[in-house]
């Protein structure tokens, strides 16, 4: 579960796994019990402003910061790639909720709280853009890579000097045996509803938004063609 430490300001990732694998990007915190899962799942759905933040450790042995309060990871990283990518997938579905449309609004804004629930939509969608970025930029630069290597050894140069010049000592080489990612992007074409961050739990609309998702969904998959995904 991604949160956000509101305290230290840190992604705080919580997670059963035996040997999680360390980041440079985030802290991993493993759960230890029942109550720590179902606390660190409450922060991971804690959008702040609009709900009390956790304390996710009030209850770990020996925990040095038992108050610390944590709320959804998606304030700081909405979708996770970052991590997929730290465990050597090279193959990603990401989900958005944040529709694609650049559709203008309207109304003017002239009270706090429309304010409030349009900067939120904003930022969200800021979020889960940037989020992107990153793995868009790691799969350039495999490419371009790649193209040079291609480059050097077209003009001559053999493959033991080409190893040789993209190896530096006392550096590691973050592409090393890397291979461009496959990001798989599903999002609405329209915006979902539902208000700011979808905070607006109606159950008519939550059915509405949930088969538009699924919908989706669907059509993107139909839209494959043979070999464009590993089902492996």
């Not at 930022?123 to 050097?152: C, G, H, R, W």
Request: aromatic content about 10%.
């Amino acid at each position: 579960m991604n949160t956000i430490c509101l305290q230290t300001e840190e992604l705080v990732v919580f997670t059963n796994a035996a040997n999680p694998i360390p980041s440079k990007y985030y802290e991993i915190r493993k759960l230890v019990n029942a109550e720590h899962f179902r606390r660190a799942v409450l922060a991971s759905a804690c959008q702040p402003v609009f709900m009390t933040p956790v304390k996710v450790n009030k209850q770990v042995p020996g925990e040095p910061n038992p108050d610390h309060q944590f709320v959804d990871g998606g304030v700081r990283e909405y979708a996770g790639v970052q991590m997929a990518i730290d465990y050597d997938a090279k193959e990603i579905f990401t989900i958005l909720l944040s529709s694609s449309d650049k559709a203008v609004d309207a109304p003017l804004f002239t009270t706090l709280f429309p304010i409030l629930e349009k900067t939120i939509s904003i930022f969200t969608a800021d979020v889960s853009k940037n989020d992107l970025v990153i793995p868009q930029l790691y799969n350039e630069a495999i490419t371009y890579i790649d193209a040079v290597k291609k480059k050097m050894k077209r003009e001559g140069v053999s493959a033991d000097d080409i190893s040789k010049y993209f190896f530096i000592r006392g550096r590691e080489n973050p592409f090393e045996d890397k291979v461009p990612l496959k990001i798989h992007i599903i999002r609405p074409k329209k915006p979902l509803g539902g208000g700011a961050g979808g905070l607006i739990f109606d159950p008519v609309e939550m059915k509405g938004m949930l088969a538009t998702g699924e919908m989706q969904a669907e059509n993107y998959v139909a839209g494959l063609s043979p070999g464009d995904v590993d089902w492996a």
